[in-house]
Nanobody, 123 residues
Framework: VQLQASGGGLVQAGGSLRLSCAASGGTFRGYAWAWFRQAPGKMREFVTHISRDGGITNYADSVKGRFTISKDIAKNTVYLQMNSLNPEDTAVYYC?????????????????WGQGTLVTVSS
């Protein structure tokens, strides 16, 4: 089971990016998904999650109204649409998935992790 995150890059403040997280090695129907991020010198922090049935999403206050998580079960892929980016969003973004939890903002509840994709927002 592998997760492959992609879509990061350099963007100016106010710009947008869409991250993707593709799963392989199994079907991920029924999995909870999340995105976390880690800025230089900081702890990994929760960004957003989507529940196993896709009915519940939650966002960190810092990204609420700007970021949107979605999933395409047929493609085994989860997306993170990021709009109105600012320099504080600069971080390595990690996707994660789990069958153990319906949804969670705790990284300990996730079993599978992508390798991370770097997002850099310039001012």
């Amino acid at each position: 089971v592998q997760l492959q995150a992609s879509g990061g890059g350099l963007v100016q403040a106010g710009g947008s990016l869409r991250l993707s997280c593709a799963a392989s090695g199994g079907t991920f129907r029924g999995y909870a998904w999340a995105w976390f991020r880690q800025a230089p010198g900081k702890m990994r922090e929760f960004v957003t999650h989507i529940s196993r049935d896709g009915g519940i999403t939650n966002y960190a206050d810092s990204v609420k109204g700007r970021f949107t998580i979605s999933k395409d079960i047929a493609k085994n892929t989860v997306y993170l649409q990021m709009n109105s980016l600012n320099p504080e969003d600069t971080a390595v973004y990690y996707c994660a998935s789990s069958l153990r939890t319906y949804y969670s903002s705790s990284p300990d509840r996730y079993d599978y992790w992508g390798q991370g994709t770097l997002v850099t927002v310039s001012s």
